[in-house]
């Protein structure tokens, strides 16, 4: 188990929820894992190996934060549109006109294939 994964864009690190899976650690494999107490060791098939001192840190490259990002601002702007075209109807109408548009392009897109 990996505990102190520190939380960023697009990582969720839910605090003070930890659970052991079953593993059965009298037969380990090649790559496990494991925490001892104080260190984080791995087993390399016929030994356990400490790692080095320092707490590994996860998080996602540069490329996929940013596409998390972007997915983020997208869903906010969408989220806007469809709240003020609750109250503007000329807007709820470009909208549906533009569902429409885009279920055309992936009709077209299909058939452009076969």
Known sequence: MIK????????????????????DMSRPSAGMVRYNGSNFEVYNGSDWVQFSSSIPQ???DGVTQEAVQWVRRKMEQEKQLLELAKI?????????????????VKIAAALCKV
Do not use: K
């Open 4 to 23: 102190n994964i520190t939380p960023g864009p697009g990582i969720y690190v839910a605090a003070n929820n930890f659970s052991t899976p079953y593993v």
């Open 88 to 104: 503007h109807p000329t807007l709820a109408d470009a909208l549906l006109a533009r569902d429409r548009a885009e279920d055309v």
């Open 58 to 60: 996860i998080e996602l």
